[in-house]
């Protein structure tokens, strides 16, 4: 005796009848009004099959009952019949409308009642199993499969196919949280169900395609090879349609693809690959979907013996100061040097920064070598102190992740005070797009380290949105303009390059801020910056960054 039916039932007499009747077959639960059924109901969820209820009840009555379990998701699958004496049909549209499963007529007939409530426990069951094989296999938001159904299916449609290439594609919207938080979740649940929709419509055209839903704004489809043109394209449908389904919000959409080339290999190993591809497009507009390349593949194990090897790097010192001169563009004199940092491995040798920073501040390592790098510089100074060099003053870099230690500004100004070193011979690079992460905090930090004297430089100045915005409230001292993102020299945009380099320069002068250019390569530049009146000048042309010997040899003579 398995099953467990509710009787909710103000009449003592007909709470009896209704026992009697079923007790045979069922285990019977009795409560006087729909408040007592509902605590049954919350207290033993998952053991009740059924619930027979009468509609006029003292306290909560029938109706009432009906809303409550009608509002409760968790009941959902716990089927309610409703007993009545009344036959009119407005009373029975209400009870259908609260979600109630059927109705048996008082007098009651044993008969009837014994096969009313087998037959909706019976319905009901079956339709738990068919939502449990339903949410097996498809996604309960958009009505597409799953993954594991999308594995299964893709795998059956590339042996059906064996003279056919295959593609897989990994679809997601950039930054798909902002557009949560913008319009609610419930409109985001929207959208995800759009985009199912716009894959559904790829069938209209190609037969041989499987696609699913990953997990939140993912997507993944698999269909026969097409060149780049092709993917352009419908990557290009996609924006259109999602720019059409919302105006109010550039939806942007990334995609990345993989072609299979060894079709016994595991699927979601081929949907990591194409997702690896679709990391490339960081939410560029321009080039919104990328091609998986083995390159990728060995850049991640890479990054991965990178961080394995950082620690181990840092005790063996393997991470070395070089210095970049700086020079006065008016007489060519050196003032200064930039200190970048090397890694030099014992198998791999020199890994340039460009590898490793960046997977540095992913996980947040950055901080500990910025730091290793700021102590060396400050006893490089000291040693040039102490041998009675008057030295020209070094700046180092700091990576916009380390701008969230929040002790940073003592950090920099204990170690000044370690060292015994004047705070003017150590100066600061901080990267224009770190200014817009976490705006007041960075402002009062870098007023603060202002005040204990450091240089304020502003590295990549232009090489972001917020360049003028950012000179308004930020106060630096001096910027930074990176030549490698003005265009070649002899290129179509070369004029209006120049024209924007030239302004910068007199914007930044009638602000009181000197301009160093850096990444000057040719003499071209060299000239050019000259005549706008730029003041100093790093790169190639003038000397690559140097061992620290090298540099003492040309600084100090
Ligand atoms: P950055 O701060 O913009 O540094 C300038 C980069 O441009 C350096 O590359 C430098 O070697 C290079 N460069 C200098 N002159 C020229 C030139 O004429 N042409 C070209 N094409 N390049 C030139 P590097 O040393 O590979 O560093 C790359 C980036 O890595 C740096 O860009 C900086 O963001 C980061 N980085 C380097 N050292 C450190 C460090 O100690 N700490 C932190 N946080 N970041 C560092
Ligand atoms: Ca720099
Ligand atoms: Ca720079």
Redesign the pocket.
């Known amino acids: 005796m398995g099953n467990t039916v509710l009787i909710v039932e103000d009449n003592e007499i007909n709470r009896m009848l209704l026992t009697t009747i079923l007790e045979d077959d069922y285990q019977v639960l009795e409560a006087c009004n729909g408040r007592e059924a509902l605590d049954i109901l919350r207290e033993s969820k998952n053991t009740i099959s059924a619930v027979i209820t009468d509609l006029i009840m003292p306290e909560m009555d029938g109706y009432q009952f009906l809303e409550a379990y009608s509002s409760s998701p968790e009941f959902v699958n716990i089927p309610v019949i409703v007993s009545t004496s009344q036959s009119d049909s407005e009373s029975e549209v209400k009870c259908l409308g609260y979600g109630a499963w059927d109705f048996i007529k008082k007098p009651y007939n044993a008969q009837i009642i014994r096969f009313r409530v087998k037959n909706v426990i019976e319905r009901s069951e079956l339709y738990v199993l068919r939502k449990l094989r339903y949410q097996e296999q498809f996604d309960t938001l958009t009505g597409i499969y799953i993954q594991n159904m999308f594995v299964h299916q893709t795998k059956k449609m590339l042996k059906e196919n064996p003279d056919t290439e295959f593609m897989i594609l990994h679809f997601d919207i950039y930054q798909f949280q902002v557009y949560n938080s913008v319009f609610g979740r419930r409109e985001g649940d929207k959208l995800l169900r759009h985009i199912a929709d716009m894959l559904r419509k790829l069938s209209g055209y190609e037969e041989r395609v499987t696609y699913c839903r990953i997990e939140a704004d993912v997507f993944c489809i698999c269909m026969p090879a097409k060149d780049s043109e092709f993917i352009q394209k419908m990557m290009d449908e996609f924006q259109k349609d999602l720019q059409a389904y919302q105006r109010d919000y550039n939806i942007l959409s990334n995609m990345g693809v993989f072609y299979i080339e060894d079709r016994d290999a595991s699927i979601p190993g081929m949907i990591d690959h194409a997702k690896l591809a679709s990391r490339e497009c960081k939410g560029s507009y321009i080039q919104n979907y990328h091609i998986y390349t083995e390159q990728m593949g060995k850049d991640i194990q890479e990054a991965q013996s990178i961080v394995s090897d950082m620690e181990k790097a840092m005790k063996e010192e393997q991470f070395v100061l070089?210095l970049?001169p700086k020079y006065g563009l008016a007489k060519y004199r050196l003032r200064g040097a930039?200190?970048?940092?090397?890694w030099i491995t014992p198998d791999k040798g020199m890994v340039?920064?460009?590898k490793f920073?960046p997977v540095f501040e992913k996980n947040g390592l950055?901080m500990k070598?910025?730091y290793y790098?700021w102590e060396k510089s400050c006893r490089l100074i000291r040693s040039w102190l102490d041998r009675g060099i008057e030295p020209f003053p070094i700046s180092?870099?700091?990576?916009r992740v380390?701008m969230y230690n929040p002790r940073i500004v003592e950090e920099i100004h204990e170690l000044t005070v370690k060292y015994d070193i004047p705070p003017e011979l150590f100066q600061l690079?901080l990267?224009e797009s770190a200014y817009t992460d976490n705006q007041d905090a960075i402002k009062k930090a870098m007023r603060q380290l202002q005040k204990y004297g450091h240089t304020i430089l502003m590295?990549?100045f232009g090489s972001g949105y917020s360049s003028l915005n950012v000179l308004k409230d930020i106060s630096v001292d001096v910027l930074?303009l990176?030549?490698?993102f003005m265009s070649a020299p002899g290129s179509e945009n070369q004029k209006r390059s120049e024209s924007i380099v030239a302004n910068v320069i007199r914007l930044a002068k009638d602000l009181d801020l000197p301009v160093i250019a850096?990444?000057?390569?040719e003499k071209e530049q060299v000239e050019f910056l000259s005549s706008v009146g730029c003041e100093y000048v790093?790169?190639?042309?003038f000397a690559?960054?140097m061992p620290v010997e090298e540099y003492e040899k040309l600084a100090f003579v």
């Open positions: 070089y970049q930039e200190v970048l940092v090397r340039s920064p460009g920073i950055i070598l910025d790098i180092v870099n700091i990576s380390s690079e990267t590295d990549d930074k990176d030549m490698k850096e990444g000057v390569e790093q790169g190639y042309y690559k960054p």
